[in-house]
């Protein structure tokens, strides 16, 4: 603390001597002596002693940046001594208490080279001192910035950001293309705990921010009175998805360590809060990995939470929305990718519910057909039909072929999909004026919350209606909006017409 405040003496070198208590205070204490120090002036009600009148003839320390230095310095020594931390959390909260440690080290390590530098620069100083070299060199700025860090780490808020225009339109793009490897013996999981352990050993070194893995489950009923078939896991940066076969493997999938990282295994990855894990609706995912396997998962980020909290209009913040939605709005695709999308996912799901086989031959039926009449095959009024058949099961029995093997290549591209387009909801959420540290802590919180809910009684969820499970996290539609480019309220747009609302309110739960 001393070394980095020893710059204020220098910069306070032209000031009268009896107005340079603080100053001195803030370069020579150690951060306990700050602490009692100002415990000693809010018991006796001294004051601090920088001014805003004029001390000196020319005036030069009547500015407000120079004069507050001081207290706000005594006030972040103060703040870090006692450990306060305020409500709002900056963009590490997201992360991890851990990922975040490695940052402030990454810090830490800046703010020392900054003190090296700054010893150059007084030796520099006092070589060529003179009345007007706090303007001549620049202190002036230096002041202002280091005053606004300051004061920054005093309130534990960022800036508003200026000049930062958010692009009116994002770059279109196309669906992610993901390798899919299915893991169901033993070696094949260790190989893939051995892939994931290196990728993210390798981030870290490049201090990645996007969270490296996206998490999903299947199950014929996923919960805690369920079972879960199959884990998909995307790694980002292989742009791989390993759907994990639970269903052959059971308790085997989440014990094999790997091969080279002896002390890992899938339990582990999902269990530490250092790896952070995109999932979109972390609740039942969660409850069944607990129940079933004893895994808790930790570092969770969930992306649907994100997607409710930057909606600008009131309404869409009193529900949840279901992922086809979010996924298809978020990641800006084409008109054919997005009906490529539809079809992946309405089909999918189809094999999942009757069976691969029985989806596959049923689609291929509809091709013949089209081939004997010499037309298009419609698959779009295909499904439509079928899709009446897939919901009847569905209502009754859930995702009666999950546990169908081999997996059929309907399936596993569901699976994939459905994990492989969670980074791009995150990005699109991080990247959304409305997102800002505030809005981080309530997801943070709420996530906390979500991850809790396994630990209820079964009675207590069974109580929950379906309206419980849908709406949004409560008082969030309350809250005003605030663009952090801009720091003003977020104008709402005009009204939709019924026939559009209708559409928007389709896609929640």
């Given at each position: 603390m001393s070394n980095v405040m020893n710059f204020l003496p220098l910069l306070d070198s032209s000031r009268d001597s009896e107005t340079r208590t603080d100053a001195e205070i803030a370069s020579k204490l150690t951060t306990e002596a700050l602490r009692e120090e100002l415990a000693r002036r809010q018991h006796h009600e001294v004051p601090f002693t920088w001014s805003e009148e004029l001390v000196t003839p020319s005036g030069a320390w009547a500015f407000q940046t120079e004069a507050s230095l001081s207290d706000t310095a005594v006030a972040c020594a103060s703040l870090a001594a006692t450990g306060n931390r305020r409500i709002g959390l900056c963009a590490a909260s997201i992360?991890?208490?851990?990922?975040?440690?490695?940052?402030?080290?990454?810090?830490?390590?800046?703010?020392?080279?900054?003190?090296?530098?700054?010893?150059?620069i007084i030796e520099a100083a006092y070589r060529v001192m003179r009345p007007t070299l706090y303007l001549d060199a620049s202190f002036d700025a230096l002041t202002e910035e280091f005053g606004a860090l300051l004061t920054a780490l005093k309130e534990q808020k960022r800036p508003v950001?200026?000049?930062?225009?958010?692009?009116?339109?994002?770059?279109?793009?196309?669906?992610?293309?993901?390798?899919?490897?299915?893991?169901?013996?033993?070696?094949?999981?260790?190989?893939?705990?051995?892939?994931?352990?290196?990728?993210?050993?390798?981030?870290?070194?490049?201090?990645?921010?996007?969270?490296?893995?996206?998490?999903?489950?299947?199950?014929?009923?996923?919960?805690?009175?369920?079972?879960?078939?199959?884990?998909?896991?995307?790694?980002?940066?292989?742009?791989?998805?390993?759907?994990?076969d639970?269903?052959?493997?059971?308790?085997?999938?989440?014990?094999?360590?790997?091969?080279?990282?002896?002390?890992?295994?899938?339990?582990?990855?999902?269990?530490?809060?250092?790896?952070?894990?995109?999932?979109?609706?972390?609740?039942?995912?969660?409850?069944?990995?607990?129940?079933?396997?004893?895994?808790?998962?930790?570092g969770v980020v969930d992306v649907q939470l994100m997607y409710s909290a930057t909606r600008t209009e009131t309404r869409q913040r009193t529900k949840l929305f279901a992922l086809s939605l979010v996924a298809t709005r978020c990641a800006n695709i084409s008109k054919d990718d997005e009906a490529n999308f539809h079809s992946i996912n309405n089909w999918g799901m189809a094999a999942l519910v009757l069976g691969g086989k029985t989806t596959q031959c049923y689609m291929e039926e509809q091709r013949m057909n089209a081939l004997v009449l010499n037309e298009e095959p419609d698959m779009k009024d295909a499904w439509e039909d079928f899709k009446v058949r897939v919901d009847c099961v569905k209502e009754t029995e859930g995702?009666?072929?999950?546990?169908?093997?081999?997996?059929?290549?309907?399936?596993?591209?569901?699976?994939?999909?459905?994990?492989?387009?969670?980074?791009?909801?995150?990005?699109?959420?991080?990247?959304?004026?409305?997102?800002?540290?505030?809005?981080?802590?309530?997801?943070?919180?709420?996530?906390?919350?979500?991850?809790?809910?396994?630990?209820?009684?079964?009675?207590?969820?069974?109580?929950?209606?379906?309206?419980?499970?849908?709406?949004?996290?409560?008082?969030?539609?309350?809250?005003?909006?605030?663009?952090?480019?801009?720091?003003?309220?977020?104008?709402?747009?005009?009204g939709k017409s019924k026939a559009k609302a209708t559409k928007v309110d389709s896609g929640s739960w």
């Open positions: 992360k991890g208490d851990s990922s975040e440690e490695s940052e402030v080290q990454t810090l830490k390590n800046k703010v020392e080279g900054v003190i090296t530098n700054l010893s150059k950001q200026e000049d930062v225009e958010v692009p009116k339109e994002r770059p279109q793009e196309s669906l992610p293309e993901t390798e899919i490897v299915v893991v169901e013996t033993e070696e094949g999981v260790a190989e893939m705990v051995d892939t994931i352990t290196a990728c993210l050993e390798g981030t870290a070194a490049c201090e990645a921010k996007e969270p490296q893995l996206a998490v999903d489950l299947e199950g014929v009923s996923l919960g805690r009175d369920g079972d879960i078939s199959i884990v998909q896991i995307f790694l980002a940066p292989k742009k791989v998805c390993f759907l994990v639970v269903f052959t493997l059971g308790s085997v999938a989440f014990k094999t360590a790997g091969r080279v990282s002896r002390t890992t295994t899938i339990a582990s990855l999902l269990e530490d809060p250092q790896v952070k894990k995109l999932l979109f609706d972390c609740r039942t995912d969660n409850e069944a990995l607990a129940h079933l396997y004893g895994v808790h998962m930790r995702y009666a072929m999950c546990n169908e093997r081999p997996l059929s290549s309907l399936a596993q591209r569901y699976c994939a999909q459905d994990v492989a387009l969670l980074g791009r909801i995150w990005r699109y959420c991080r990247d959304h004026e409305a997102w800002n540290q505030d809005w981080e802590e309530r997801v943070s919180k709420e996530t906390q919350s979500r991850l809790a809910m396994a630990d209820l009684p079964t009675s207590t969820l069974s109580s929950m209606t379906r309206d419980d499970w849908t709406k949004a996290p409560e008082g969030w539609a309350e809250i005003e909006q605030v663009s952090r480019v801009t720091g003003k309220v977020i104008k709402k747009g005009k």
